[in-house]
């Protein structure tokens, strides 16, 4: 049993009102009433073997198995199970698991996670340095991405990783559009809303309030201006990747 104790001592020769009384008997009226918590059993009362796996929360799961790590999807992209971003500057879907789920949820409040990486290429290079000897020379080769969760065809503008608008983004190179990525050769980072490395590791993650039903969550990217490619080619991948949604019941 837990440990109450009375707001207000009652002394001799006060007044006594009625709102101190109630007030001292609140908290045992509390307890009566069922509003307990974790002080109010022992320890070793129960067991998780007791519950459900649903009694406080509902765990879906889309979870991609087996995807190569490293370098070596590169020269085999589908047998590394990994998923192609194409150079396009629309928001892409992906069905592939990992990167889609669709639940039945019951819950009016849930949580929704994705963690995923993408693959830019090796974007390695090499220049002369100050002595003529080979150096090598990393290089961002586009704007970046924008990456999102979309929930039941709404992309959430709160969980956007990058700027939300590549339409109004200040470009170092503003002259640079799909038709010519192929040929775009930076030597320095390119100015841009997005996110971008050679190997980037990404988590966007939000809370919703939903109604019980069927609900489907997707991982939405941007190649901005079609920019991000590989030193290789015109695609980049995103590798290993889950998608969780969690219903809080309770």
């Given at each position: 049993m837990s440990w109450r104790y009375k707001l207000y001592n009652i002394?001799?020769?006060?007044?006594?009102?009625?709102d101190p009384i109630n007030d001292n008997f609140q908290p045992y009226v509390e307890e009566l009433g069922g509003a307990l918590n974790a002080h109010n059993f022992n320890d070793e009362a129960f067991s998780r073997a007791q519950f459900k796996d649903s009694?406080?929360?509902?765990?879906?799961?889309?979870?991609?198995n087996d995807v190569a790590t490293g370098l070596t999807g590169y020269d085999n992209p589908s047998g590394a199970k990994w998923v192609t971003i194409r150079g396009s500057e629309s928001w892409q879907s992906f069905p592939d698991t990992g990167l889609a789920l669709t639940f039945t949820a019951r819950a009016s409040k849930v949580y929704l996670c994705a963690s995923f990486n993408i693959h830019c290429g090796t974007n390695k290079a090499y220049k002369l340095d100050g002595d003529g000897k080979r150096a090598p020379a990393y290089k961002q080769l586009g704007y970046g991405y924008l990456v999102a969760l979309r929930f039941d065809g709404t992309v959430l503008n709160e969980t956007i990783v990058g700027s939300g608008d590549a339409g109004v983004d200040s470009f170092q190179a503003n002259d640079f559009t799909i038709s010519d990525s192929s040929n775009a050769d930076f030597e320095e980072p390119q100015g841009g809303g997005g996110t971008a490395a050679a190997r980037l590791p990404l988590t966007v993650d939000v809370v919703l309030d939903i109604v019980p039903g069927r609900h489907t969550v997707e991982v939405v990217v941007m190649n901005i201006k079609g920019s991000m490619r590989t030193i290789e080619g015109l695609n980049t991948y995103i590798g290993q990747r889950e998608l969780v949604a969690l219903e809080m019941v309770r």
């Open positions: 002394e001799p020769e006060q007044v006594v009102t009625i009694v406080g929360h509902i765990l879906h799961l889309s979870q991609a």
